[in-house]
């Protein structure tokens, strides 16, 4: 799920990336455009619901492609995107526009 709101800069856009409890991982990591792919910048932490979260403020205006890698090996798109677009390994990535 991405929840948008206001961020300390009118030209940023915060925003949170939040997978549900139901989601078994010892670690999750926010991959995207954003961060070049990396697959350990943009660890996820475990609320105290059990969900999984990370807030980054984004450039306003933009379009991010993204997933989530849980435990390392599997990859996971946000079913609450704004939409999806085919990536280079027969799946899809997760869109969001700011």
Not at 40 to 47: I, M
Not at 58 to 81: C, E, H, I, K, P
């Amino acid at each position: 799920m991405i929840t948008k709101g206001n961020a300390s800069k009118p030209d940023k856009l915060r925003v949170t990336f939040r997978l549900p409890s139901s989601i078994w991982a010892e670690t999750v990591h926010l991959v995207g455009d954003f961060n070049g792919w990396n697959r350990q910048s943009h660890p996820l932490d475990r609320t105290a619901e059990g969900s999984w979260e990370i807030t980054l403020e984004l450039d306003r205006g933009r379009m991010y492609q993204f997933r989530y890698l849980v435990n390392g090996t599997d990859w996971q798109n946000d079913w609450n995107a704004d939409r999806y677009i085919p990536n280079p390994f027969g799946g899809e990535n997760s869109v969001l526009e700011t």
